[in-house]
T-cell receptor, first 110, second 111 residues
Framework: RKEVEQDPGPFNVPEGATVAFNCTYS??????FFWYRQDCRKEPKLLMS???SGNEDGRFTAQLNRASQYISLLIRDSKLSDSATYLC???????????FGSGTRLQVQP | DAGVTQSPTHLIKTRGQQVTLRCSPK?????VSWYQQALGQGPQFIFQ???????QRGNFPDRFSGHQFPNYSSELNVNALLLGDSALYLC??????????FGPGTRLTVL
């Protein structure tokens, strides 16, 4: 079983749609959680950190459920520029290394 | 302020050869981590360097080795290249436990 598992993609949605990505992690020692965005043939870039209380950044909302070891990302009012691969990432602070999911590809269509 | 830089951007090698990839961390960062990203997969942690020592290592064979220099820059060496080593190699730098920033990567093709 992979340490971080994500929804299989790709997700093809029209502009303006709301789309949700889910992720589960297996290591209960994980202490920090993130969503990264990766454009084609580019490096991953931090989209947002994820907190148990939930956090929002404009059209993006991230949620963490530690009991279920589940992380989510909601994108509202999708834009063409949101098309990318979204990577769910966890970090065990003791190891100081990031563990990535395989990513979910989002394609927003006009 | 330059971010994380990596060289070269692309590299083609043949099986059995050795390769060295280089990374300069973001200014002020003291920790460098290396990741391998195969096509269609998320990045996989190779190892991490801090204070010129390997501090953490992922599930990679000894063919993968590294070094960190006093100026915090780092090298990743891969010996006896296999076709399966073809991937995007990403360097990430951070200051201690702070968030990591990734470089643009080196795309290695092994023929």
């Amino acid at each position: 079983r992979k340490e971080v598992e994500q929804d299989p993609g790709p997700f093809n949605v029209p502009e303006g749609a709301t789309v949700a990505f889910n992720c589960t992690y297996s290591n209960s020692a994980s202490q920090s959680f993130f969503w990264y965005r990766q454009d084609c043939r580019k490096e991953p870039k931090l989209l947002m950190s994820v907190y148990s209380s939930g956090n929002e950044d404009g059209r993006f909302t991230a949620q963490l459920n530690r009991a279920s070891q589940y992380i989510s990302l909601l994108i509202r009012d999708s834009k063409l520029s949101d098309s990318a691969t979204y990577l769910c990432v966890v970090m065990d602070t003791g190891r100081r290394a990031l563990t990535f999911g395989s990513g979910t590809r989002l394609q927003v269509q006009p | 302020d330059a971010g994380v830089t990596q060289s070269p951007t692309h590299l083609i090698k043949t099986r059995g050869q050795q390769v060295t990839l280089r990374c300069s961390p973001k200014s002020g960062h003291d920790t460098v981590s290396w990741y391998q990203q195969a096509l269609g997969q998320g990045p996989q942690f190779i190892f991490q360097y801090y204070e010129e020592e390997e501090r953490q290592r992922g599930n990679f064979p000894d063919r993968f080795s590294g070094h960190q220099f006093p100026n915090y820059s780092s090298e990743l060496n891969v010996n006896a290249l296999l076709l399966g080593d073809s991937a995007l190699y990403l360097c990430a730098s951070s200051l201690g436990l702070a968030l990591a920033f990734f470089g643009p990567g080196t795309r290695l093709t092994v023929l």
